[in-house]
């Protein structure tokens, strides 16, 4: 699997933006898709992840109520919805995946993904 990250861009406060994170190579439904971000001078954090089925999903508290994370194995693609956008926010967004056999288990600890995709921009500023 090779992912693809796209989506990001300039926006103000309580703007909103959608990620995609698009998967090329096997079958996407038994690979698990966590979304993290690292800001300027910061160390990479998680922010969202969902199962391979999408029935599963985890929020960092940071973004819980304005972020939604979605996928589509049809498509290949999982979304990250972001509402609600504020200058903490910024930052670049990197979509990660690894194969489970649980297609229900939900994944938050980056060092447990084997595949990264490069970063999309987000930057919100009035």
């Known amino acids: 699997v090779q992912l693809q990250a796209s989506g990001g861009g300039l926006v103000q406060p309580g703007d909103s933006l959608r990620l995609s994170c698009a998967a090329s190579g096997p079958p996407f439904s038994t690979y698990a898709v966590g979304w993290f971000r690292q800001a300027p001078g910061k160390e990479r954090e998680f922010v969202s992840a969902i199962s391979g089925s999408g029935t599963g999903t985890l929020y960092a508290d940071s973004v819980k109520g304005r972020f939604t994370i979605s996928r589509d194995n049809a498509k290949k693609t999982v979304y990250l919805q972001m509402n609600n956008l504020k200058p903490d926010d910024t930052a670049v967004y990197s979509c990660?995946?690894?194969?489970?056999?649980?297609?229900?288990?939900?994944?938050?600890?980056?060092?447990?993904?084997?595949?990264w995709g490069q970063g999309t921009e987000v930057t919100v500023s009035s």
């Open positions: 990660a995946a690894t194969y489970t056999l649980n297609v229900a288990r939900v994944i938050q600890r980056q060092t447990d993904y084997r595949i």
